[in-house]
């Protein structure tokens, strides 16, 4: 997907939303749990429910390697099910990856060959050639810059001799591997008034943002310091929307909490 | 695995060489490659061939994830395969992951449980609360300090106004997290005397060196930079012990490199 029809899809949409599904199946409701294929029934009513109301879905891996094999076949129907009747959403790979040279091409084939998402995250600590594999035409390598988590103040603060800082060497620096066309950074919600340090750098880029919700965030702080001409951000809502409601009626309630995210969002575009 | 127990395998086996199972069904033997789980068959003729040469396995899991499900299967066959016939091998997830708390706990489910690794190497980027849910009694969490590639020089040796490298300042932060009985450090091979820099932060821990052969490091300068009272290195080979020979010998070959590496290794302990 280019840039351009990512912001039609936003625009057509009236939402910048991405639905993190970080489906753990002791978190969903019981009357599915001991079902077949449980956490993919799950998301394909999530996604069912929730399609119109935004514009990209952000499985994190982790939540599916957790169940072994049997949960990897279950993330690879779930991207195929978007894929296949959802077409214009944006697909990332939640998976923070980054290995030498030759082992992040491997990792590139996982994510973009045996399963055919969008984007995928990528950790910036090993540098250019951990990262330039990520990088295709219609694909997206979406950078760690600055996390939403406590932990981001351990290093990603740290000032160098001049003053700046590593999130802000790392989008400096990789403005030389690729462009607004094929990177993307992930800022959390919860740095605030950091989004318009980010954005003198970077001003063109998409933000793949997360950690409103349940993490603190604020929607009208990240619009104000973040948005760009062109939108530039994408705000993840995980656990809000999943777990809205542990009924029969799970789905609805998900439907009904991500169309109340994106009513808000419709207002700034 | 305890530490004392890590050394006392070293010291009877006169090894701390890594086996790096970086599996490629490209690379292997032609007459391997089409048959049913080629990869574990593979793997297990290496394992018999060079278990009495080295204390370690390291499986790169982008290999096997760049084959689907099926290739996370044959992980899994390979960890079990060596848990239950040489159970006094360390077994590394090469696997490089890293996420806020709750996924990272996730992550470490996969690794500890999923699979029964006994470590897995972890990005330092988001810090503290990304990296704690991999120590656990007897497991091991192994952080990104400075790697063998190029682009190590990217950040890792980025000078904070104290004049602290990235590197040493992961190092330093680290040890408020966890101790040399669950953590060790990734120092690539090639840093040469870097490695006395990081000895004077952590004397104590284990380090695992990525990048003897195909990659251009010195054994030599890694043990005489590097090396402890309680050896305190896990050196890797990959590529030059799995693919040493590809005839219906591979295996022979493979435990004729490790040997040869193993003997080098002896003259040092």
New interface residues.
Partial sequence: MTKQQLYENIRRKKSFLCVGL?T?IKKIPEFLRNGEDAVFQFNKAIIDATAPFCAAYKP?L??Y?????DG??QL?QTVAYIRANYPEQFIIA?A??????N??E??A??IY??DDFDAVTV?????????KPFLRTGKWAIL?AL??????????M????H?ER?FE??LR?SQQWGDAENMMYVVGATQGRLFADVRKIIPDHFLLVPGIGAQGGSLEEVVRYGMNAQCGLLVNSSRQILYADSSERFAEAAAAEAEKVRNEMAKWL
């Fill in positions: 970080d753990d994190n982790a939540f390697e957790s169940a072994g094999v990897l076949r690879s939640d923070k990856r980054g290995d030498i040279g082992t992040s491997m990792y084939r996982a060959e045996q950790a910036p600590y090993m540098g250019e050639d951990s990262v760690l996390t939403s988590n406590k932990g981001s103040l351990d290093f990603q740290t000032e160098d001799a003053g590593l060497k790392v620096k």
